[in-house]
């Protein structure tokens, strides 16, 4: 009997218990604080998922029209200012001096030849306006080639034959002088 | 076309969705907010961390929001997703207080039951029967803290942790059995000084 009414106690003050377990009131205003979390969450996610989308294939079109831009600039480039590196090395003889001063590592050849790359239309067409009609461009004589010259045109022809062969005459005589053994053998 | 999965797993075929006009989120948040601030309090047993794993719960429900047609039981799926959300953030450890399990044992209610009064204070039981509960395993706890939610009935709970009612009702008759159990022993150590 005791244990009966024990018993009906204790469930009674679990009853009690558990009845207030979870019976609790949120702090005041719980609908309005999740409703203004859920509409920052929604501002937030605003941006459509297509949008994001058209975003992301416009800037791989613009990269693809970027990356094709560049390369035909570059061919262009590489293609049109050989000719004008040659011409301008030509006539102008300052510049192979700088080339030279310059240490010939990779890096300063490539960079030496740049400005020549970077200013090639107008270099170009400077060449070409001063290009000579003969090859190999012809340069003024020196002094004992002029005096020579002189000598050529003023005498005759007969003359400069005949003196011609008296020099070959003394020079061979003069090499067999030199030649000892062979002069020898020969009186023998 | 496969159905597409959401919070609460309450979908069903497109031949067995009520024809019933879909609850918007204003209209959920209205009807079940202290519904599931209750689940996620009867869990947590924290209002900062309930009031979080609330927003938490909307807050998924507004990601599946296009698929709220599809759900047969807004009260049951509602108190699953809360339940759900509510058990996700105690397990993450994100959570003000938790449960110190060392602390159930038999010798721990002793102290606290001689700490006490001749009558001791609801706060102090209250304190007591989380303890007893916090020491019951998950098959009987769960049933036993949705059950003291008062807007859930047996069926209801059935429903959210997708178990048979009979099974609800077992677990809560045991965990029940268990409480009472270390109740009687709590009171006779009291009497006993």
């Known amino acids: 009997m005791a244990d009966l009414k024990k018993n009906k106690q204790i469930d009674e003050i679990l009853d009690s218990l558990l009845a207030q377990y979870s019976d609790v009131e949120p702090r005041s205003g719980l609908e309005q604080r999740i409703l203004a979390n859920l509409g920052d969450r929604a501002r937030n996610e605003t941006v459509p998922w297509w949008s994001v989308k058209w975003l992301w294939a416009g800037a791989a079109v613009a990269a693809v029209i970027i990356v094709a831009a560049v390369l035909t600039a570059g061919r262009r480039h590489v293609i049109a200012p050989i000719p004008s590196v040659v011409q301008t090395q030509q006539h102008a003889p300052q510049q192979p001096k700088v080339q030279r001063s310059l240490p010939t590592t990779a890096s300063t050849v490539r960079h030496s030849r740049k400005p020549s790359v970077v200013a090639g239309p107008q270099n170009t067409t400077l060449a070409l306006s001063q290009r000579p009609a003969i090859f190999p461009t012809p340069t003024p004589l020196s002094e004992q080639e002029r005096l ?41 | 076309m496969s159905e597409q999965a959401i919070p609460g797993e309450m979908v069903l075929n497109s031949a067995t969705i009520r024809e019933a006009a879909v609850p918007t989120i204003e209209t959920l948040v209205a009807s079940y907010s202290l519904m599931v601030f209750r689940i996620a309090y009867s869990i947590l047993r924290n209002h900062h961390d309930a009031e979080d794993a609330a927003q938490e719960c909307f807050l998924r429900v507004l990601k599946h929001k296009d698929h709220l047609h599809k759900v047969r ?5 509602m108190a699953r997703v809360a339940w759900t959300t509510a058990l996700d953030k105690r397990r993450s450890g994100h959570v003000t207080v938790s449960f110190d399990e060392e602390q159930t044992g038999i010798g721990a209610l002793l102290d606290l039951s001689a700490a006490a009064d001749d009558q001791l204070e609801s706060a102090q039981m209250q304190q007591l029967l ?8 998950e098959e009987l706890r769960f049933p036993l803290e949705l059950s003291t939610v008062q807007e859930l009935n047996s069926s209801e709970i059935a429903e959210i942790m997708k178990i048979p009612e009979g099974s609800v009702r077992n677990r809560l008759f045991r965990a029940r059995q268990q409480l009472k159990e270390k109740f009687a022993i709590v009171l006779e150590g009291r009497k006993h000084g």
């Open chain 1, 148 to 188: 020579l010259f002189t000598y050529l045109s003023n005498t005759p022809q007969e003359v400069v034959v005949a003196q011609l062969q008296r020099t070959d005459q003394k020079e061979a005589d003069a090499f067999w002088a030199d030649h000892e053994p062979w002069s020898i053998t020969r009186a023998h």
């Open chain 2, 73 to 77: 039981n807004v009260k049951t799926w």
């Open chain 2, 130 to 137: 989380r303890r007893l509960i916090s020491g019951l395993p």
